[in-house]
């Protein structure tokens, strides 16, 4: 097995090309390239201990997740939930990417801008009407939790991977 992200050995094999490109029409948006080798490697489970990354082909398939966290995310928000991300304005352009078990939040994938050229990430708090917004995308966003710098309210724990329960990829 190849080394993956944090020198971990990659656990599964890639989703096919049309998984991912079904996701992508349905965003309307190209996902960032270090977010889709992150899930092809380690997605389908759970890493920092409550972090649940889901996989194309897993489980609970990732265009599925993405669609019910986005209509938990914009609830709130007035016909938001009804055009597809890339068509969206506002917070209505972020895509779910992670969901953390420990506590309801959602991380979400924030797409460039014409002010910000790069990828962030957002975890919107669900404990409290808050997004907070992390820059440099998702590799950035995983080694800052590596580093031990949680979000507000998530438990500190080091880089743990458990697969999804009853998972076809493993």
């Known amino acids: 097995m190849s080394a993956g992200v944090f020198g971990l050995p990659e656990r599964f094999r890639p989703a096919s090309p049309e998984s991912w490109r079904e996701i992508e029409v349905w965003a309307g948006l190209e996902l960032p390239r270090d977010y889709k080798q992150f899930v092809d490697g380690f997605g389908d489970a759970v890493v920092f201990g409550h972090l649940f990354i889901a996989h194309p082909e897993g489980v609970d398939p990732l265009l599925k997740v993405m669609q019910e966290n986005r209509r938990t995310f914009l609830a709130d928000e007035e016909g938001a939930s009804g055009a597809a991300?890339?068509?969206?304005?506002?917070?209505?352009?972020?895509?779910?990417?992670?969901?953390?078990?420990?506590?309801?939040?959602?991380?979400?994938?924030?797409?460039?801008?014409?002010?910000?050229?790069?990828?962030?990430?957002?975890?919107?708090?669900?404990?409290c009407p808050e997004v907070q917004i992390f820059p440099g995308g998702v590799t950035e966003f995983l080694q800052a939790l590596a580093r031990d710098e949680f979000p507000r309210g998530w438990p500190r724990v080091g880089f743990d991977w458990a697969s999804a329960e009853g998972s076809p990829l493993i």
Do not use: K
């Open 85 to 127: 991300p890339g068509e969206s304005s506002g917070i209505g352009r972020f895509l779910p990417w992670a969901y953390h078990d420990f506590n309801g939040d959602i991380c979400l994938l924030v797409p460039p801008s014409a002010d910000n050229l790069d990828w962030a990430v957002a975890v919107s708090f669900r404990q």
